[in-house]
Nanobody
Framework: VQLQASGGGLVQAGGSLRLSCVASGRTFSSYVMGWFRQAPGKEREFVARITYTGGSTHYADSVKGRFTISRDNAKNTVYLQMNSLKPEDTAVYYC?????????????WGQGTQVTVSS
């Protein structure tokens, strides 16, 4: 599967952005979808994930209550709605896909989209 992320940009603190990730290839609903981010000088970190039909979601504590992950299997797209953005949310955001819910390794990665939050 190929993943294409978009929607990043520059926003002021307290603002909102919605990231999108479109998948092509095998059946989209066969994959658990996740969002990760990597800030300059830091390791990549988990942000959120959503199960095959959207029945279950999980978030990093740092974004819980501010970010919402969702998916539209008819459009082969996963979204990350980001509200109340903070400067510390600045990072390159990546979408990723994996087959097994219990496995920790994601099999496919998108190219990343830059999110910059100004104070």
């Amino acid at each position: 599967v190929q993943l294409q992320a978009s929607g990043g940009g520059l926003v002021q603190a307290g603002g909102s952005l919605r990231l999108s990730c479109v998948a092509s290839g095998r059946t989209f609903s066969s994959y658990v979808m996740g969002w990760f981010r990597q800030a300059p000088g830091k390791e990549r970190e988990f942000v959120a994930r959503i199960t095959y039909t959207g029945g279950s979601t999980h978030y990093a504590d740092s974004v819980k209550g501010r970010f919402t992950i969702s998916r539209d299997n008819a459009k082969n797209t996963v979204y990350l709605q980001m509200n109340s953005l903070k400067p510390e949310d600045t990072a390159v955001y990546y979408c990723a896909a994996k087959v097994g819910l219990q496995t920790s390794t994601y099999d496919y990665w998108g190219q990343g989209t830059q999110v910059t939050v100004s104070s």
